[in-house]
T-cell receptor
């Protein structure tokens, strides 16, 4: 069975600063990896996904993530955070193939200071 | 076009009561998923429908939980004899069915917040 660890419950950054949210996964084979964002009262929105190929993936809203097999990590980054990025961020892993049902981490709450 | 909608947005009920939560998927999406999100946690998978049938119900916690999708579109999650521990946000997602692409993105609804007193 797969699992995801997001070690940071809260992250606080200043607007304009860079951001990195950590994600470690456990899965026996090459996983499918995802980052979702959830704003208050909104549904989860897919930011980016990794299936295969280039280990640096670009997503929406200026986010990117890098798959590092040796570290079982899929960290999310953004070079300059905007106040509107304040939200809850979830990393997820799904088995390759099948119904792609993801297992989510507990989430990291991003707080942006002006 | 319209996204995934869920009704009601909030539901307060008393312990022991029966509740139904509704999900309207995006038109044309044959796959439908239910998740439960407890406070401070990520979503947990409950059940996955492909068309009218439950392709995977391994996430349902016990037999008090049941879901249907009789016409392959709208789905209802039913919880019998609710308990305080059932309090959570119940999320629904839909996607195109298998075979249309390597991966079909799940689009999530805003959720139904269930509170069991």
């Amino acid at each position: 069975a797969q699992s995801v660890t997001q070690p940071d419950i809260h992250i606080t950054v200043s607007e304009g600063a860079s951001l990195e949210l950590r994600c470690n996964y456990s899965y026996g084979a090459t996983p499918y990896l995802f980052w979702y964002v959830q704003s208050p009262g909104q549904g989860l929105q897919l930011l980016l996904k990794y299936f295969s190929g280039d280990t640096l993936v670009q997503g929406i809203k200026g986010f990117e993530a890098e798959f590092k097999r040796s570290q079982s990590s899929f960290n999310l980054r953004k070079p300059s955070v905007h106040w509107s990025d304040a939200a809850e961020y979830f990393c997820a892993v799904a088995p390759s193939g099948g119904s792609y049902i993801p297992t989510f981490g507990r989430g990291t709450s991003l707080i942006v200071h002006p | 076009g319209a996204g995934v909608s869920q009704t009601p947005s909030n539901k307060v009920t008393e312990k022991g009561k029966y509740v139904e939560l509704r999900c309207d998927p995006i038109s044309g999406h044959t796959a439908l998923y239910w998740y439960r999100q407890s406070l401070g946690q990520g979503p947990e998978f409950l059940i996955y429908f492909q068309g009218t049938g439950a392709a995977d119900d391994s996430g349902l916690p016990n037999d008090r939980f049941f879901a249907v999708r009789p016409e392959g579109s709208v789905s209802t999650l039913k919880i019998q004899r609710t308990e305080r521990g059932d309090s959570a946000v119940y999320l629904c997602a839909s996607s195109l069915g298998p075979g249309t692409s390597v991966y079909n993105e799940q689009f999530f609804g805003p959720g139904t917040r269930l509170t069991v007193l």
